[in-house]
């Protein structure tokens, strides 16, 4: 039996080898299952699992479910208790962890090269096999409890949460990830079987896997994942992305006093624009343009490559006692994303918050303080060490390798990135930023073109925000 199962999977298998870079290798199954390797030797491996799911894809009437799918990994499955599923994975020694996003669903871990078929067997059994306790999703229901009520404290994760709610309003993008309040007493385990026959299929998945030889992967995914064939209840597509609207306008956030008393008080304020997604080469303009504005604390131990001499750093944290914390910031999807600044000083600054923001967007587009050869340079130079020193890391790496997969069906090399971004003038980040800033990017969706700005504080410190980005040319305002 489980020779048939394996001569149909293994039956017209598409294999393609990168000629540029022979370690490079990706296999698509019959079932619709991609799995791409770099074989490229070292004393452990890295392994994942990325399926195209995530809270754009969910239905905007019951969201929030990728954020318990995220925590219900590595629980009972068809196999194995919760408990021995922990068991297993403390065996083998290495690093595993899971985490959902907005457009995707990872499951990765590093292991020992011995340890690898047992490690992927425990994510075939996550992946394919969950069986949820009712006991397991209560727990993890008053987990997600707990965390939704403590954002209120953590302005970084809160603040991008709600910036993508105001910018890309009911739809996409903009559906919440975390479970909203009112959600929390009424979600059912149901509800998390449908998510998981929804976007749990094997034309959803790709594995991903570094430190094997092709081969060997190749052998120990059919025997994970060869049998496996799309429910009934689905249709053989992927997801579809949607049209993303980009509506843009603005939100405030009540002000939380600090959760303990050695805590500063701060306001917060993120102002961003819609660019193109990361497929689009505008990408090195913008990550590039992120590295030359930086920023970061008031307080850092300086040192080499921290960016101290960014714009941010300099023009802002440097010469403004009251601001705390102030830095640019890249949100990059598929087909659209947020670039911006985000600041936090204290309330009695809360009105020149947003004429500081605007201030530093006006001028890169300035004829005079625009950008320079110099600062370009720098810029670029700091993001390709960056990246270089990125993929060192097997499971940055095991990331790049499956999100490329995933979303573009292809690889783009480290090589490619590097001589993209090297190739970048002043020019060019001029013209990105000029079309960002002003609310002129056009992408395959719809685009009002205002700034998107999210404020926790009294409302009434920050001022008129629209009035400082009309004053300053940034956004697009009819």
């Given at each position: 039996?489980?020779?048939?199962?394996?001569?149909?999977?293994?039956?017209?298998?598409?294999?393609?080898?990168?000629?540029?870079?022979?370690?490079?290798?990706?296999?698509?199954?019959?079932?619709?299952?991609?799995?791409?390797?770099?074989?490229?030797?070292?004393?452990?491996?890295?392994?994942?699992?990325?399926?195209?799911?995530?809270?754009?894809?969910?239905?905007?009437?019951?969201?929030?479910?990728?954020?318990?799918?995220?925590?219900?990994?590595?629980?009972?499955?068809?196999?194995?208790?919760?408990?021995?599923?922990?068991?297993?994975?403390?065996?083998?020694?290495?690093?595993?962890?899971?985490?959902?996003?907005?457009?995707?669903?990872?499951?990765?871990?590093?292991?020992?090269?011995?340890?690898?078929?047992?490690?992927?067997?425990?994510?075939?059994?996550?992946?394919?096999?969950?069986?949820?306790?009712?006991?397991?999703?209560?727990?993890?229901?008053?987990?997600?409890?707990?965390?939704?009520?403590?954002?209120?404290?953590?302005?970084?994760?809160?603040?991008?949460?709600?910036?993508?709610?105001?910018?890309?309003?009911?739809?996409?993008?903009?559906?919440?990830?975390?479970?909203?309040?009112?959600?929390?007493?009424?979600?059912?385990?149901?509800?998390?079987?449908?998510?998981?026959?929804?976007?749990?299929?094997?034309?959803n998945v790709v594995i991903a896997m570094i430190g094997v030889p092709h081969q060997t992967a190749l052998d120990l995914v059919l025997a994970n994942f060869g049998d496996w064939h799309n429910s009934s209840s689905t249709t053989a597509a992927a997801p579809k992305l949607g049209t993303v609207n980009y509506t843009g306008g603005e939100i405030a956030l009540p002000h939380t006093p600090p959760l303990y008393a050695n805590q500063p008080e701060l306001y917060h304020m993120q102002i961003a624009f819609e660019t193109n997604g990361f497929l689009h080469d505008d990408m090195y303009a913008l990550a590039t343009l992120q590295k030359l504005l930086g920023g970061g604390s008031s307080f850092s131990a300086g040192g080499p490559g921290k960016g101290m001499f960014s714009r941010l750093?300099?023009?802002?944290?440097?010469?403004?006692?009251?601001?705390?914390?102030?830095?640019?910031?890249?949100?990059?999807?598929?087909?659209?994303?947020?670039?911006?600044?985000?600041?936090?000083?204290?309330?009695?600054?809360?009105?020149?918050?947003?004429?500081?923001?605007?201030?530093?967007?006006?001028?890169?587009?300035?004829?005079?303080?625009?950008?320079?050869?110099?600062?370009?340079?720098?810029?670029?130079?700091?993001?390709?060490?960056?990246?270089?020193?990125?993929?060192?890391?097997?499971?940055?790496?095991?990331?790049?390798?499956?999100?490329?997969?995933?979303?573009?069906?292809?690889?783009?090399?480290?090589?490619?990135?590097?001589?993209?971004?090297?190739?970048?003038?002043?020019?060019?980040?001029?013209?990105?930023?000029?079309?960002?800033?002003?609310?002129?990017?056009?992408?395959?969706?719809?685009?009002?073109?205002?700034?998107?700005?999210?404020?926790?504080?009294?409302?009434?410190?920050?001022?008129?925000?629209?009035?400082?980005?009309?004053?300053?040319?940034?956004?697009?305002?009819?």
């Open positions: 039996m489980l020779s048939r199962t394996f001569k149909r999977a293994v039956r017209n298998l598409s294999t393609a080898k990168s000629a540029t870079h022979p370690q490079l290798e990706l296999t698509t199954l019959t079932n619709g299952l991609r799995l791409i390797t770099d074989s490229t030797p070292g004393h452990f491996s890295a392994l994942g699992a990325f399926i195209q799911g995530g809270s754009r894809f969910e239905d905007p009437a019951a969201p929030g479910l990728s954020h318990l799918c995220e925590r219900l990994a590595w629980k009972t499955t068809e196999k194995y208790s919760g408990t021995q599923m922990l068991e297993n994975l403390s065996k083998l020694g290495g690093n595993y962890i899971a985490v959902a996003q907005r457009d995707t669903i990872m499951y990765q871990a590093t292991v020992f090269n011995k340890d690898v078929d047992n490690m992927l067997e425990c994510i075939a059994q996550t992946v394919r096999h969950q069986q949820i306790t009712d006991q397991e999703f209560a727990e993890t229901v008053e987990g997600a409890k707990y965390e939704v009520s403590e954002l209120q404290y953590k302005p970084e994760l809160l603040l991008p949460e709600k910036l993508h709610s105001v910018a890309y309003k009911n739809n996409t993008l903009g559906l919440p990830f975390f479970i909203p309040q009112e959600r929390l007493g009424s979600i059912k385990k149901n509800e998390m079987d449908q998510y998981f026959n929804k976007f749990f299929q094997p034309q750093y300099t023009q802002v944290l440097n010469k403004h006692p009251y601001v705390e914390n102030c830095s640019a910031f890249n949100h990059s999807y598929a087909d659209s994303g947020l670039f911006g600044i985000t600041i936090s000083l204290i309330p009695d600054a809360g009105h020149i918050s947003a004429q500081i923001i605007c201030n530093e967007f006006a001028k890169v587009l300035d004829s005079k303080e625009g950008l320079n050869e110099k600062e370009v340079t720098r810029a670029k130079n700091q993001l390709t060490s960056s990246l270089l020193m990125n993929v060192e890391s097997k499971l940055a790496k095991l990331e790049d390798l499956g999100r490329q997969i995933q979303m573009q069906g292809k690889i783009t090399s480290v090589d490619e990135m590097v001589d993209k971004i090297s190739a970048l003038t002043v020019k060019d980040l001029r013209n990105v930023a000029e079309k960002v800033f002003t609310g002129n990017v056009v992408t395959n969706g719809i685009s009002s073109g205002i700034p998107s700005v999210v404020m926790q504080g009294d409302r009434s410190s920050f001022g008129d925000i629209e009035f400082v980005l009309r004053h300053y040319g940034l956004g697009k305002y009819n």
